[in-house]
C-alpha cells in the first residue's frame, strides 16, 4: 500500500519561508515522477513544483526563483524550500508521486497523493 506524508506547514508572515516534506512508504522516489501541487479555496488544483528520476526539475511561473524542489532517495522524502513567501501561496499543499508523465502539472497524471499541509501566509 502507497502512502506519502506531508509535513513542514505551518503559518508564517510575507517574506518568510517554510520547508514541506513528503516521506513516502510503498514506492521507491529514486524510480518515481513526483510533484509538489496546491489548491487555495475555490481554486483548481495547480502544479507548483516536479522532479524527475534525473533531478530534473520544473516550477510554476508564480513561484520560480522562490521554490525549489529536491529529493533524497535514501530517505525516500521529497523536499520542497519555499523562500520569500507571499499570502498568494497560502493553499493547502500536497504531495504527489507515481507520475505517468516527467514534470506534469497536471493532476491526472499523478497515482499517488498525500492528505496535505496547510500553509498560510499572512501580510
Known amino acids: 500500500q502507497v502512502q506519502l506524508v506531508e509535513s513542514g506547514g505551518g503559518s508564517v508572515q510575507d517574506g518568510g519561508s517554510l520547508r514541506l516534506s513528503c516521506v513516502a512508504s510503498g514506492i521507491t522516489y529514486s524510480s518515481h515522477y513526483m510533484g509538489w501541487f496546491r489548491q487555495a479555496p475555490g481554486n483548481q488544483r495547480e502544479g507548483v513544483a516536479a522532479i524527475d528520476n534525473d533531478g530534473n526539475t520544473r516550477y510554476a511561473d508564480s513561484v520560480k526563483g522562490r521554490f525549489t524542489i529536491s529529493k533524497d532517495n535514501a530517505k525516500n522524502t521529497l523536499y520542497v524550500q519555499m523562500n520569500n513567501l507571499k499570502p498568494e501561496d497560502t493553499a493547502i499543499y500536497y504531495c504527489?508521486?507515481?507520475?505517468?508523465?516527467?514534470?506534469?502539472?497536471?493532476?491526472?497524471?499523478?497515482?499517488?497523493w498525500g492528505q496535505g499541509t496547510q500553509v498560510t501566509v499572512s501580510s
Open positions: 504527489a508521486g507515481g507520475g505517468r508523465l516527467a514534470l506534469s502539472f497536471f493532476p491526472g497524471m499523478y497515482n499517488y
